[in-house]
């Protein structure tokens, strides 16, 4: 459960944290993913695009 408090009637600061803590924590991704349904292929084809994605990324960190 992620829960922000509001302090001294702050709404839109209580939004962007609340908003961080969820993008931290996964959620936000998480819930675009299951937002419509994939087929056993597809989910292998995502997941092999994702992976490839942290490869590429690792490999720019590592050249500079």
Same mark, same amino acid.
């Given at each position: #459960?992620?829960?922000?408090?509001? %302090?001294?009637?702050?709404?839109?600061?209580?939004?962007? =944290?609340?908003?961080? &803590?969820? =993008? &931290?924590?996964?959620?936000?991704?998480? #819930? &675009?993913?299951?937002?419509?349904?994939?087929?056993?292929?597809? !989910?292998?084809?995502?997941?092999?695009?994702?992976?490839? %994605? !942290?490869?590429? %990324?690792?490999?720019? !960190?590592?050249?500079?």
């Amino acid at each position: #459960m992620i829960a922000v408090l509001v %302090k001294n009637n702050n709404i839109t600061e209580a939004i962007r =944290q609340l908003k961080r &803590k969820i =993008q &931290k924590n996964g959620l936000l991704r998480d #819930m &675009k993913r299951h937002e419509y349904h994939l087929s056993r292929s597809e !989910r292998r084809k995502e997941k092999n695009h994702e992976a490839l %994605k !942290r490869l590429r %990324k690792r490999e720019r !960190r590592n050249y500079s």
